[in-house]
C-alpha cells in the first residue's frame, strides 16, 4: 500500500515539473536538441578518430560505441531520476531541505521528485541512435543471456550514477562549500567511459574496479557480452550494482542524521 | 609598509576562502587532462604511427586546454548577464552612460583572464612535472612561443565575441539557456575541444576553416607545440584577425538591433 502511495506521489511530482517547463515550450525544445548536440558530437568524434584505425586494443568501433551508448544512457536515466541530489547543495543552501523534513513523507521521495527535469532526455535519443549502430558493428551473439547483460549493464550504470549523485549530496551535509570533486567521478566517467577501461591501462582498471566498481557495469560484463571471454559468470556483474547503491544510500542517512541547517 | 602588508594579508586571506575550491578544481583538471592522454595514448598505439598529430603535440595540446579552459570554454558564459536579461536588472545597465556592447566585451575578458591566470599555474606547473610520455614540453623556439601569446590573445577575443553574439541573441528571446546550450554544445566540437581539429576529415577541415570556430584555441596551442609551420601560422593570424573584426561588427549590428526593441516589464 504505501509503495503504491509513493509511486503514486512521484508521478504526481514529475507530471507537475514536466507541465512546468512545459510552459516554455521554445525553451524545452532547445534545451533537448542543445543536450542532444552535445552527446552527438561525441559520437562523431568517435568516428573521426576510428577513420585512422580499426581497432583500439582489441575493440572495434561497434564495440567502442556499445560502451559509449551504455554509459551515456545510464548517465541520461541517472540525471532524470536523481537530478534532486545533483542540485541538492543548492537545496541545503536554500534552507528547501529543512521544509522537505518538516513533510510527513519520505525524503528520498521528496529530494527526487521536486527536481525531476524532462529535458534531460536529450542525450537519450544520441544514445538509442548509437546503441543500434554498435549492434550492428559488433558481432554480438544474442542469447537470453547477452540480452540480459546488455540490458543489466544499463540499469546497473544507472545505479551507479543515482548512488555517485547520492554520494555527493551526502556531502552537503557536512561540508557546505562546493563539493564539485564528484564530478569527476560522474562527468568523467561520462566523457572517459566511452571506451572499455582497460584501454586506460592497469592502474585504472585497478581503481575502477576497487574504489568506485565502474568495471562491475562496464568492463566485466563488456568481455561477456562481446563474447571474448566464455566465463557467464560476469553477466551478474552488475547486480553488484545494488550492493553499492545501498552503500552510498546509508552514507545518505548517516549525513542526515547529523545535518544541521543553514538556511534561514 | 605595514598597511600594504597589511592589504596583502587581506586579499590572501579572502583568496584562501576559496582554497577548497580551487584544490579541488585542480584535481579534476588533472585527472581529466591525464584520462585524455591515456585514451590518445591507446589511440596512437592502435593507429601505428599514422596519427595527424603526434604524441608529444597531441599531450601539450591536452594540458594546454585544460590549463587555459576558463579562456575559451563558450559554456561557462557570464550568468549574471543572462540573468540580466531575464529579470531585468538591465534597465541599471542601460542607465549608465557608456555602450553595453564595450562594457560587457570588457567585463567578460577582464573575468576570463583574471581566471585563466589563477587556474593555470598549478596545472601548467603539474603538467611540466608529469612522468614522461604524459609530460607537457615546452614550446619549440621563442618565436613561436611570442606567436602562441599573440594568436592566444587573437582566439580569446574571437571566443569573447561569439559569447557577446549569444549574449546579444538573448535579448530575442525569452529563454536565454536554451539558445546557449545549442550554440555552445556546437562550439565546443567545433572549435576542437573535443578533439583536435586534425583529427577531423580533410573534407570536414575544409569547410570548418570557413568558419570562425577553427581559429578559436585550436590555433595557439597547435603553434606553441610546433603542428603548425610558418606558412600557415601567418595565414591563420590573418584569418583571426578577419573574423576578430567581422565578429565584432556583427555584435555591435544585433545590439543595435536589441536595444530598439527592449522592452522591460514591471520595476
Known amino acids: 500500500m504505501k509503495i503504491k502511495e509513493t509511486i503514486k506521489l512521484y508521478v504526481k511530482y514529475a507530471s507537475v515539473c514536466t507541465q512546468s517547463v512545459m510552459q516554455y515550450k521554445l525553451s524545452f525544445l532547445l534545451m533537448i536538441i542543445g543536450r542532444f548536440i552535445m552527446a552527438f558530437s561525441e559520437l562523431i568524434a568517435i568516428q573521426f578518430l576510428f577513420s585512422g584505425f580499426s581497432q583500439i586494443k582489441d575493440y572495434t568501433y561497434g564495440d567502442v560505441l556499445l560502451c559509449f551508448s551504455i554509459i551515456q544512457m545510464s548517465f541520461t536515466f541517472a540525471e532524470l531520476f536523481g537530478n534532486g541530489f545533483k542540485a541538492f547543495s543548492g537545496t541545503v543552501k536554500k534552507g528547501e531541505f529543512d521544509r522537505m523534513m518538516l513533510r510527513p513523507c519520505s525524503l528520498l521521495l ?6 525531476f527535469e524532462i529535458g534531460r532526455t536529450g542525450p537519450l535519443l544520441t544514445a538509442l541512435i ?15 543471456l547477452t540480452v540480459w547483460t546488455l540490458a543489466a549493464m544499463i540499469i546497473g550504470g544507472t545505479f551507479l550514477f543515482i548512488g555517485l549523485f547520492m554520494l555527493g549530496a551526502s556531502f552537503c551535509f557536512f561540508s557546505i562549500e562546493d563539493t564539485s570533486l564528484i564530478n569527476v567521478l560522474t562527468y568523467g566517467a561520462k566523457t ?7 584501454i586506460y591501462g592497469k592502474g585504472i582498471l585497478r581503481f575502477c574496479t576497487y574504489v568506485i566498481p565502474y568495471t562491475l557495469i562496464q568492463y566485466y560484463p563488456l568481455q561477456f557480452l562481446l563474447g571474448k571471454t566464455r566465463s557467464w559468470y560476469l553477466a551478474f556483474c552488475p547486480l553488484g550494482m545494488i550492493v553499492f547503491l545501498l552503500v552510498c544510500y546509508f552514507i545518505w542517512q548517516f549525513g542526515v542524521k547529523h545535518y544541521q541547517s543553514c538556511g534561514s | 609598509m605595514k598597511k600594504y602588508y597589511r592589504f596583502f594579508q587581506l586579499r590572501f586571506a579572502t ?10 578544481a585542480l584535481t579534476t583538471q588533472l585527472i581529466w587532462g591525464l584520462m585524455e592522454c591515456l585514451a590518445y595514448k591507446a589511440i596512437a598505439e592502435a593507429s601505428g604511427g599514422t596519427m595527424p598529430m603526434n604524441y608529444s603535440s597531441i599531450v601539450t595540446y591536452i594540458w594546454l586546454k585544460e590549463a587555459l579552459l576558463a579562456l575559451f570554454n563558450t559554456w561557462a558564459a557570464d550568468n549574471e548577464l543572462f540573468s540580466m536579461i531575464t529579470n531585468g536588472d538591465i534597465a541599471y545597465e542601460l542607465c549608465r ?15 576570463r583572464i583574471a581566471e585563466a591566470l589563477m587556474r593555470c599555474i598549478p596545472v601548467l606547473l603539474c603538467a611540466f612535472l608529469m612522468p614522461k610520455p604524459y609530460r607537457m614540453t ?19 577575443g574571437i571566443t569573447v565575441t561569439f559569447c557577446m553574439i549569444v549574449y546579444m541573441l538573448c535579448f530575442f528571446t525569452i529563454s536565454p539557456q536554451g539558445w546557449r546550450m545549442v550554440l555552445t554544445g556546437a562550439v565546443d566540437f567545433l572549435s576542437g575541444n573535443i578533439i583536435p581539429l586534425p583529427f577531423f576529415p580533410k573534407k570536414y577541415l575544409f569547410l570548418l576553416e570557413l568558419s570562425p570556430f577553427a581559429y578559436m584555441q585550436n590555433v595557439p596551442f597547435r603553434i606553441y607545440s610546433g603542428d603548425l609551420v610558418s606558412g600557415e601560422i601567418y595565414h591563420c593570424i590573418f584569418k583571426q584577425i578577419f573574423w576578430l573584426v567581422t565578429m565584432t561588427f ?18
Open chain 1, 110 to 115: 521528496q529530494v527526487m521528485g521536486t527536481r
Open chain 1, 130 to 144: 548509437t546503441l543500434a549502430l554498435g549492434i550492428r558493428h559488433s558481432q554480438i551473439t544474442w542469447s537470453i
Open chain 1, 192 to 198: 572517459h567511459g566511452k571506451y572499455p577501461i582497460d
Open chain 2, 15 to 24: 583568496g584562501m576562502q576559496y582554497r577548497m575550491a580551487s584544490v579541488t
Open chain 2, 97 to 111: 552612460p557608456v555602450s553595453i556592447y564595450s562594457m560587457w566585451f570588457s567585463r567578460t575578458i577582464g573575468a
Open chain 2, 138 to 156: 615546452p614550446p619549440v623556439n621563442h618565436v613561436s612561443f611570442l606567436l602562441f601569446l599573440l594568436t592566444l590573445f587573437l582566439a580569446l
Open chain 2, 250 to 267: 556583427l555584435g555591435i549590428v544585433l545590439w543595435k538591433q536589441a536595444e530598439k526593441r527592449v522592452i522591460l516589464q514591471g520595476g
